[in-house]
């Protein structure tokens, strides 16, 4: 409790405002932070015996001091009721006492202050971990998690709840005072926690403060061994959007509004997208190969309106009636059937997908 580093400051915090020399001993009586420096790690009698009897001790200048020690006053540092050290004040008692009592309490104070900042990063840490085991997919007792929540001051975080991903390019622009939402960071990724989801309070907090970013949801979580999941989803739209969200409008989006991004990744998760990727590999092979897939994207997401996706692609609208045809030629598939353009969206969504995973940025 009593470690040197403390002692020191508060020797040096004393020292500042006490015209004496202050000594501070551990619990078993040795010097571990002086303004005389000669005396450190020395055994101080008197401070032993303080710490036996948890009651002050003067030494008058007008006896022999024992080993050790020079003429002062002595009282007991207590923590919780227990004595766990000892403050020694240098000078003739008379003198020292009107202020000995005043420097014992800060002495107190501090110790008391430094627990209080050590149980706060404990906190901190075991709130860390929980939040960690949200996004990675370590919860395995439901009742136990929630549990170890409430003990670190986590209660408020409940379920039903909606995982948010964010880059972390945007953390600048993000509020520092999060209120009732809960963030978790590590890798380069931002996840927060909103709960209460059918209030939507993440956006309109957002909306408040200004905020310039782009973030997206994974579904709602119903119980605490799927946020993992909501997360991953939510981590690949961001993949997906986070340098070209489908309108310059709307920076926040739910996965409502983009569930077939969410069964793309599960697709891509599990392996089987072959087929897929095999209709894309013609297109692949041209030299226009970029500008292909982007208008196949764009054609999706603005339903169609030629000119929303010459302006995005800053091309003239013939330029996007001449790829629609070459995706035709390439792929055998329609991009103005619709569900031969969905086939076409899923292809690109799984083949980007695969292309980030490689880069590691998705789990």
């Given at each position: 409790?009593?470690?040197?580093?403390?002692?020191n400051?508060?020797?040096?915090r004393?020292?500042?405002i006490?015209?004496?020399?202050?000594?501070?001993?551990?619990?078993?009586?040795?010097?571990?932070?002086?303004?005389?420096?000669?005396?450190?790690?020395n055994?101080h009698?008197?401070?032993?015996?303080?710490?036996?009897?948890?009651?002050?001790?003067?030494i008058?200048?007008?006896?022999?001091?024992?080993?050790?020690t020079k003429p002062?006053?002595?009282?007991?540092i207590?923590?919780q009721g227990?004595?766990?050290?000892?403050i020694?004040i240098?000078?003739?008692?008379?003198e020292?006492?009107?202020?000995a009592?005043?420097?014992q309490?800060?002495?107190e104070?501090?110790?008391?202050?430094a627990?209080l900042?050590?149980?706060?990063r404990?906190?901190e840490?075991?709130?860390?971990?929980?939040?960690?085991?949200?996004?990675?997919?370590?919860?395995?007792?439901e009742?136990?998690?929630m549990?170890?929540l409430?003990a670190?001051g986590?209660?408020s975080?409940?379920?039903?709840l909606?995982?948010?991903?964010l880059?972390k390019?945007h953390?600048?622009?993000?509020?520092?005072?999060?209120?009732?939402?809960?963030?978790?960071?590590?890798r380069?990724?931002?996840?927060?926690?909103?709960?209460?989801?059918?209030?939507?309070?993440f956006?309109?907090?957002?909306?408040?403060?200004?905020c310039?970013?782009i973030?997206?949801?994974?579904?709602?979580a119903?119980?605490?061994g799927?946020?993992?999941?909501?997360?991953?989803?939510?981590?690949?739209?961001?993949s997906?959007y986070?340098e070209?969200?489908p309108?310059?409008?709307?920076?926040?989006?739910?996965?409502?509004?983009?569930?077939l991004?969410?069964?793309?990744?599960?697709?891509q998760?599990?392996?089987?997208?072959?087929?897929?990727?095999?209709?894309?590999s013609?297109?692949?092979?041209?030299?226009?190969?970029?500008?292909?897939?982007?208008t196949?994207?764009?054609?999706?997401?603005?339903?169609?309106?030629?000119?929303?996706?010459?302006?995005?692609q800053?091309?003239?609208s013939n330029?996007?009636h001449?790829?629609l045809?070459k995706?035709k030629?390439?792929t055998g598939k329609?991009?103005?059937?619709?569900?031969?353009l969905t086939?076409?969206?899923?292809?690109?969504l799984l083949y980007q997908?695969?292309?980030?995973?490689a880069?590691?940025k998705?789990?």
């Open positions: 409790m009593l470690t040197h580093e403390l002692a400051e508060i020797v040096t004393t020292m500042d006490v015209p004496s020399n202050v000594n501070i001993m551990n619990a078993e009586g040795a010097v571990i932070a002086s303004g005389e420096k000669k005396r450190l790690f055994i009698s008197i401070a032993v015996d303080v710490l036996r009897t948890g009651k002050s001790i003067s008058n200048p007008t006896v022999d001091c024992p080993s050790g002062g006053i002595n009282l007991p207590r923590f227990k004595s766990v050290g000892v020694g240098t000078g003739n008692p008379v020292v006492a009107p202020y009592e005043l420097v309490m800060a002495a104070l501090l110790v008391n202050q627990y900042s050590e149980q706060l404990q906190n840490r075991i709130a860390y971990q929980l939040l960690r085991a949200l996004v990675v997919g370590e919860v395995e007792n009742r136990a998690f549990e170890r409430q670190t986590l209660d975080l409940f379920l039903p909606r995982a948010w991903a880059s390019a953390e600048q622009t993000f509020p520092k005072e999060l209120g009732h939402f809960f963030q978790y960071e590590e380069g990724e931002l996840f927060f926690f909103e709960t209460r989801p059918e209030e939507k309070r956006e309109s907090f957002l909306q408040k403060n200004n310039l970013l973030a997206t949801s994974g579904p709602v119903h119980s605490f799927t946020v993992a999941s909501s997360c991953n989803i939510a981590r690949a739209a961001l997906l986070e070209d969200v309108t310059t409008e709307k920076r926040l989006l739910y996965f409502e509004e983009t569930m991004e969410g069964l793309a990744f599960e697709w998760q599990s392996g089987t997208i072959q087929p897929f990727l095999a209709l894309l013609p297109l692949l092979a041209s030299n226009q190969s970029a500008e292909l897939m982007e196949i994207k764009q054609y999706f997401i603005h339903n169609g309106d030629i000119k929303k996706i010459a302006n995005h800053f091309v003239h330029t996007v001449h790829r045809n995706i030629a390439l329609n991009p103005k059937v619709i569900r031969e086939d076409l969206f899923i292809a690109c997908l695969n292309g980030i995973q880069q590691g998705l789990l």
